[in-house]
């Protein structure tokens, strides 16, 4: 993809997120109405719309093939699901961050199987279809070797709340010698793409794995 096009996708993500966010902190109470401009201006030119996460767990082998992995995750731009699903800012098929159901104070990184009002079909030919609710999701791991009890996803804990998802991981390190992009639905590919380009920091993702 040509650089002038890459930042022409990254401009428009940009705007959605600072244009999200703003209006998210406004109707929290966190910034008053006549700031909503400033605040926006101040995130267009000074957000980040990714940040760094290291992954401790081995249940998304082999998508991140390492247990201990620096991951760069792309937020999303609102808390709200409504929101959130009316820009495609998740779908199914993408590797999210999210909330531990099991540990509330824990993240945990799985692949979106279904999203809200969508049928999940298991593999077990006993289980029926079913349908996840409208504010809901359901993650799998991507360890086909674990059983379902070692995989720790919604087989186990169900479904979770889609303001759960923390974000979307777009590129794995394990090295400066071992890392790449992860793959996720083609629905946010240019953006992505985009936003790795333009936000991605080998150097400072090496030092978090260092760490």
Same mark, same amino acid.
């Given at each position: 993809?040509?650089?002038?096009?890459? &930042?022409? $996708?990254?401009?428009?993500? =940009?705007?959605?997120?600072?244009?999200?966010? +703003?209006?998210?902190?406004?109707? +929290?109470?966190?910034?008053?109405?006549?700031?909503?401009?400033?605040? &926006?201006?101040? #995130?267009?030119?000074?957000? =980040?719309?990714?940040?760094?996460?290291?992954?401790?767990?081995?249940?998304?082998?082999?998508?991140?093939? !390492?247990? $201990?992995?620096?991951?760069?995750?792309? =937020?999303?731009?609102?808390?709200?699901?409504? @929101?959130?699903? $009316?820009? *495609?800012?998740?779908?199914? !098929?993408?590797?999210?961050?999210?909330?531990?159901?099991?540990?509330? *104070?824990?993240?945990?990184?799985?692949?979106?199987?279904?999203?809200? !009002?969508?049928?999940?079909? +298991?593999? %077990?030919?006993? *289980?029926?279809? @079913? @349908?996840? %609710?409208? *504010?809901?999701?359901?993650?799998?791991?991507?360890?086909?070797?674990?059983?379902?009890?070692? #995989? =720790?996803?919604?087989?186990? &804990?169900?479904?979770?709340?889609?303001?759960?998802?923390? !974000?979307?991981?777009?590129?794995? @390190?394990?090295?400066? $010698? %071992?890392?790449?992009?992860?793959?996720?639905?083609?629905?946010? #590919?240019?953006?992505?793409?985009?936003?790795?380009? &333009?936000?991605?920091?080998?150097?400072?993702?090496?030092?978090?794995?260092?760490?």
């Amino acid at each position: 993809m040509k650089w002038d096009r890459l &930042f022409l $996708h990254y401009g428009q993500a =940009k705007l959605v997120y600072s244009a999200s966010l +703003s209006i998210t902190k406004c109707l +929290s109470g966190e910034i008053a109405h006549n700031d909503v401009w400033r605040y &926006f201006r101040r #995130a267009l030119s000074m957000e =980040k719309m990714t940040y760094l996460y290291k992954n401790e767990d081995q249940e998304m082998v082999p998508t991140i093939p !390492g247990k $201990h992995e620096t991951l760069l995750i792309r =937020k999303l731009p609102s808390p709200n699901h409504e @929101f959130r699903l $009316h820009y *495609d800012q998740v779908s199914v !098929g993408d590797v999210v961050l999210l909330k531990n159901p099991l540990e509330s *104070d824990k993240l945990i990184v799985r692949r979106l199987a279904a999203l809200g !009002g969508q049928q999940m079909v +298991s593999t %077990d030919e006993k *289980d029926e279809p @079913f @349908f996840t %609710d409208y *504010d809901e999701c359901w993650v799998l791991s991507d360890n086909n070797k674990l059983t379902a009890k070692e #995989a =720790k996803d919604s087989r186990t &804990f169900g479904p979770v709340s889609l303001m759960d998802i923390m !974000g979307r991981v777009l590129y794995r @390190f394990r090295s400066i $010698h %071992d890392h790449g992009v992860v793959n996720n639905s083609n629905t946010n #590919a240019k953006e992505d793409s985009a936003v790795v380009r &333009f936000e991605l920091d080998l150097n400072e993702m090496q030092k978090i794995s260092e760490a």
